[in-house]
């Protein structure tokens, strides 16, 4: 499948013209980087400890877990195995190869600045429930959570900025932890999970609406990892190096992690250890029911190495989005562009705007997922390759990534206006919607010229 492409003479932006591919002998098998990378983005406890909640109290245990392996699925074949490949052939990273989709000057805000801004509702996130966590192991009030906030948002914001490689070298370790919590949680609760029924009342969504409502939650979860599959993927020596490392560190990790936490969580509700209060969000949470069934002590030494192997996150959330602003705002002083996002961090978590996570997922699913769509969409039309970057402001592109995203933001809009209509699986519509509407868009023509780009590899 391919289209006509133009080429027009001109320079290159100095973000592209001085960017360099990854070259084969820097790259290595999929075991030593891609799939231990992602698996530990599905160990952070803030991805598994709450979010089977949902789809057992509206359909129970079997169609919890159909969604899970179902959103594993779609996280691979639909959102990462294209970026990857993208990676594999360029050696170039997302902001670069982001341009064939959105334009030279258009690929400096998408996805450059939006990757970078959304890193700060991640680490926002992350600064809740760790700031939570530590709150819970020291047994503090509001005060105390507060100031957690502040400590772990700026801490991780300078270490994002200047000591990301001293994190790095204990980040392969700590995924442990939360491992062990889990297998823990297995243990204590797998025996009752099975004989969980979900409450019988009015208006339920059911089966189907456990299935949709988990793969909505895990695919606007993983919606950013997707599109940062390029990143992945230029460390890769082949294609099957690209698929091992999604198959392992994505469909394996997500139905490790969500599966075992959505059987723990059934169980905890099964067996009475704790009873589920979605209204005042109690119960709601896998630790919920380690708190119910463990010595205190034991209990806040779980929380606290939680949230140790929470913290390399927060640093790489800080180390992607510095990065973003240094190529899109090169003249502003990073301590000034990170610092001032360490603070809206810091504010997303202490009014607890982060611990909403369906509606963060949510935006960021809205905002990712037509990204993907139209990079898998210009990648069939070039014939399975990197088309080049295109000239300004690829309209394309944009119109595919407008209307992707409307669609994918309504179930947020829906939560604020119910005359709004909803949209199920909210991530994945926006994804097929800006995959339709790029490949309508580049047939009709709306296409800007490739600018020759001389240094690439996938020529």
Excluded at 108 to 125: D, T
Excluded at 445 to 453: F, K, N, T, W
Aim: hydrophobic share 55%; aromatic share 12%; charged share 5%.
């Amino acid at each position: 499948m391919s289209t006509p492409t133009t080429t027009a003479p001109g320079p290159l932006p100095d973000y592209i013209a001085s960017a360099t591919p990854n070259p084969p002998s820097n790259r290595a098998p999929w075991f030593k980087n891609t799939a231990p990378t992602y698996a530990g983005i599905f160990l952070w406890f803030a991805f598994w400890n709450s979010n089977a909640a949902a789809g057992l109290l509206a359909g129970g245990l079997l169609p919890t877990l159909l969604g899970i392996v179902l959103a594993a699925l779609i996280c691979h074949f639909l959102f990462y195995v294209v970026p990857g490949l993208l990676g594999l052939k360029t050696g170039l990273p997302l902001y670069v190869v982001g341009t064939s989709t959105f334009g030279t000057l258009g690929g400096l805000l998408m996805p450059g600045f939006l990757m970078g801004l959304l890193q700060f509702g991640w680490l926002g996130v992350n600064t809740y429930f760790s700031a939570e966590a530590l709150n819970t192991a020291f047994g503090g009030g509001p005060s105390l959570f507060y100031a957690l906030c502040v400590i772990w948002a700026a801490l991780a914001a300078f270490v994002g900025l200047k000591g990301i490689q001293y994190v790095a070298k204990v980040a392969t370790y700590l995924p442990l932890i939360p491992l062990a919590v889990l297998i823990i949680a297995l243990v204590l609760f797998a025996g009752s999970a099975f004989s969980y029924k979900p409450p019988a009342t009015e208006g339920s969504p059911g089966a189907l609406g456990a299935i949709l409502l988990t793969v909505t939650i895990i695919v606007g979860f993983f919606a950013t990892a997707g599109a940062a599959g390029v990143d992945f993927g230029t460390n890769s020596r082949d294609a099957e190096d690209v698929q091992k490392g999604g198959y392992v560190g994505i469909i394996g990790a997500i139905i490790l992690t969500m599966g075992i936490a959505a059987i723990a969580l059934a169980g905890a509700w099964a067996s009475g250890a704790v009873q589920p209060d979605a209204l005042a969000g109690k119960g709601m949470n896998v630790t919920d029911g380690l708190e119910a069934k463990l010595p205190s002590a034991f209990y806040r030494a779980i929380m606290l190495g939680l949230t140790l192997a929470s913290f390399p996150g927060a640093c790489f959330s800080s180390f992607i989005a510095a990065n973003s602003f240094k190529t899109v705002m090169p003249k502003v002083n990073p301590f000034i562009s990170v610092g001032i996002g360490a603070i809206v961090s810091m504010t997303l978590a202490i009014t607890g705007i982060a611990k909403n996570l369906p509606g963060v997922f949510g935006i960021i699913g809205a905002s990712f997922g037509p990204i993907c769509g139209a990079m898998v969409a210009d990648y069939l039309l070039a014939g399975k390759r990197w088309s080049g970057p295109r000239a300004g402001f690829n309209p394309a592109g944009w119109i595919a990534w407008a209307l992707g995203f409307l669609v994918g933001v309504m179930p947020n809009l829906h939560a604020w206006n119910a005359a709004i209509p909803d949209v199920p699986i909210a991530p994945v519509s926006a994804f097929i919607v800006g995959f339709v509407v790029y490949f309508a868009t580049a047939k009709i023509g709306l296409l800007s010229p490739v600018v020759p780009m001389p240094n690439r590899i996938d020529a």
